[in-house]
T-cell receptor, first 117, second 110 residues
Framework: GAVVSQHPSWVICKSGTSVKIECRSLDFQATTMFWYRQFPKQSLMLMATSNEGSKATYEQGVEKDKFLINHASLTLSTLTVTSAHPEDSSFYIC?????????????FGAGTRLSVL | RKEVEQDPGPFNVPEGATVAFNCTYSNSASQSFFWYRQDCRKEPKLLMSVYSSGNEDGRFTAQLNRASQYISLLIRDSKLSDSATYLCVVRETGANNLFFGTGTRLTVIP
């Protein structure tokens, strides 16, 4: 089946630093990828939709200048958390829709646990 | 109002028991429905899609009631390995992204 790889799986950083998370579709091309955030005991919340070759679409309440998204190729989207603060500590998960017959299925990366000290 | 609502549980059941989870969604124009499973500190993984006629996959049965905007998941003969959080997921018509319920936590006890 389709595989989405996310890296790194765990990041601990100091407040004020920037963190980049990569999301790759390994065996298919994804024109659209999604970035979600999940706080403890809460649901996954969509942050933004990443579109290859164009600007990302951000959900209401998500700061586009803080969460920079780049989707430069059909297999890679990156999320950069700029000037991270402790309240940004969360579980960040990317996903991509598979093309073809199962195009309604979204596959998820393994997630990145961000801890900002 | 949340797009997708679930009973968070937890549900603690003995091995071999049958357990049912329910979910409601707010947008009547929703198009696609899924149950995902999420283990602790892991990403969600697709358990099964939910079709209008209802569908079964081994011990798992999913039902959809569009009139009531209600989705269910039935697990028969529960196994210890079924312990996880079960997420009700909906895609609205014309939308690319998914809306997740908060999940229902299931623990199967030996």
């Amino acid at each position: 089946g389709a595989v989405v790889s996310q890296h790194p799986s765990w990041v601990i950083c100091k407040s004020g630093t920037s963190v980049k998370i990569e999301c790759r579709s390994l065996d298919f091309q994804a024109t659209t990828m999604f970035w979600y955030r999940q706080f403890p005991k809460q649901s996954l919340m969509l942050m933004a939709t990443s579109n290859e070759g164009s600007k990302a679409t951000y959900e209401q309440g998500v700061e586009k200048d803080k969460f920079l998204i780049n989707h430069a190729s059909l297999t890679l989207s990156t999320l950069t958390v700029t000037s991270a603060h402790p309240e940004d500590s969360s579980f960040y998960i990317c996903s991509a829709r598979s093309p073809g017959i199962a195009k309604n299925i979204q596959y998820f990366g393994a997630g990145t646990r961000l801890s900002v000290l | 109002r949340k797009e997708v609502e679930q009973d968070p549980g937890p549900f603690n059941v003995p091995e071999g028991a049958t357990v049912a989870f329910n979910c409601t969604y707010s947008n009547s124009a929703s198009q696609s429905f899924f149950w995902y499973r999420q283990d602790c500190r892991k990403e969600p993984k697709l358990l099964m899609s939910v079709y209008s006629s209802g569908n079964e996959d081994g011990r798992f049965t999913a039902q959809l009631n569009r009139a009531s905007q209600y989705i269910s998941l039935l697990i028969r003969d529960s196994k210890l390995s079924d312990s996880a959080t079960y997420l009700c997921v909906v895609r609205e018509t014309g939308a690319n992204n998914l809306f997740f319920g908060t999940g229902t936590r299931l623990t199967v006890i030996p």
